[in-house]
């Protein structure tokens, strides 16, 4: 028995709904991966340089400290474009998306594997999403896209089965 055109409308609502939530989930996660990474790698850093404070002078010190602020910052954003530019590329998805049960896909045929400049250009974009709520964007378009689909000309997708959301490593040796 076929469902009725307002059946079928809120069902459509309801699965929309139901995958920018979890492209919701998946950032936070993605956020916090990253933010764990970055905070390691920044006591490691500041452990490296209590170790040589004493042969420092304090005028030298207090510049290395404002340095370090600026070098944080790139290193952030670095970090951040990096893994999600190569967990995009060589996987079709990030860790949150993976655990959310999502994948990256290009938007016109979601068969053909993703070029590596779409993951790259959909990779810039997130930095913009600490300067203003990421969340928010994919609920003011019809599709359901980020800041990141619109630039790396991607969309994302509940994967069908939990075979599909399986990480692989693509064979680029083939291309």
């Known amino acids: 028995m076929l469902a009725s055109a307002s059946e079928q409308y809120h069902h459509l609502i309801k699965s929309r709904n139901h995958l920018l939530r979890q492209r919701a989930i998946a950032f936070t996660i993605d956020l916090l991966f990253i933010t764990w990474v970055y905070f390691a790698l920044q006591q490691a850093f500041i452990n490296f340089w209590e170790d040589h404070a004493a042969y420092l002078t304090p005028d030298l010190l207090q510049k290395i400290s404002k340095e370090f602020i600026i070098f944080g910052m790139t290193l952030r954003y670095g970090l951040w474009v990096a893994y999600m530019t190569m967990a995009t590329y060589i996987t079709g998805t990030s860790l949150g998306k993976f655990l959310c049960g999502l994948k990256v896909v290009d938007q016109e045929d979601a068969a053909r594997e993703l070029a590596f400049w779409q993951c790259f250009n959909r990779a ?52």
């Open 124 to 175: 810039l974009t997130y930095p913009l999403y600490w300067f203003m709520f990421p969340i928010i964007i994919p609920f003011l378009n019809d599709e359901g896209k980020s800041l990141g689909d619109y630039a790396g000309q991607t969309k994302v997708v509940a994967a069908e089965d939990k075979q599909a959301a399986i990480i692989t490593i693509k064979d680029r040796s083939a291309a």
